[in-house]
């Protein structure tokens, strides 16, 4: 009778202690999990962009025995695609190749010419860039190889240019035209303004090469039926500050990985 009476006893106190227990038995349930990491922003991904400018330079012409130089300016615009890697810290490398239709105007009018011009119709450029970035903001260089391709139009007034005769019968005129290839450098600043979409402000100087146009009917000096502008060679160079607006393609957010 008292044995059964203890285990009773027992058994009444061990069931008070498991519901007394039971909150706490709640409240050690694991805690919920962390929320996820949030992504590391990077500039490595892929590009594609438009942008718009003004260019100003100057075209010189060399004639038998003189020298002349005159400015040119204009707008232009166009596009860019190119790929961007950022290695771990802030050092940007990427490529990128331009294309812009253009234009780009000069004249002058004056003895020996009596007029000549210079038309930028189109020009380009395949680059290298180099840049550190700070977080959203990428400050870089950029240089490469460019292209253009240039106009010139030479009206030579009756009798004489540059010392030579050219027709008794009236003006010569002319136009040369031809692919000038040459360099690019300069840099700029472009700032992450949205999800994948970055805006950009940039200078770039161009100088393409000097090239000499040969007129094939012109003749020799004194000879009064000369219909043909004398040799002459053209230089060009144009300095040009930019704005553009681009898009980055599957642009890879690094998130922060927690290492256990």
Request: charge should be neutral.
């Amino acid at each position: 009778m008292q044995r059964m009476f203890s285990r009773r006893l027992a058994g009444a106190t061990a069931g008070l202690l498991l519901t007394a227990t039971s909150p706490f038995a709640a409240d050690l349930a694991p805690p919920p999990p962390p929320p996820p990491p949030v992504p590391v922003f990077t500039w490595t991904g892929f590009e594609l962009g438009l942008h718009v400018g003004g260019g100003a330079g100057t075209t010189s012409v060399n004639l038998l025995n003189f020298s002349n130089s005159y400015s040119t300016s204009g707008p232009f615009g166009g596009l860019h695609l190119g790929y961007n890697y950022q290695f771990t810290g802030p050092i940007v490398i990427g490529l990128q190749a331009e294309y812009n239709f253009a234009g780009i105007t000069g004249s002058r009018t004056g003895i020996p010419l009596n007029f000549v011009s210079t038309d930028i119709q189109q020009f380009g450029s395949v680059d290298g860039r180099l840049g550190l970035a700070f977080d959203r903001l990428l400050i870089y260089g950029i240089g490469g190889f460019a292209y253009a391709d240039i106009r010139n139009h030479i009206l030579c007034g009756q009798f004489q240019c540059d010392g030579f005769p050219t027709s008794i019968f009236g003006p010569v005129t002319r136009d040369f035209g031809a692919n000038r290839y040459g360099f690019d450098v300069g840099g700029g600043l472009e700032y992450n303004l949205w999800g994948n979409w970055t805006a950009r402000a940039e200078y770039r100087f161009y100088r393409w090469n000097s090239l000499t146009f040969v007129d094939a009917g012109f003749g020799a000096f004194g000879n009064p039926f000369n219909i043909a502008i004398p040799n002459h060679r053209d230089g060009e160079f144009l300095h040009t500050g930019r704005i553009g607006l681009t898009y980055k393609f599957a642009w890879p957010s690094a998130p922060v990985v927690a290492r256990y």
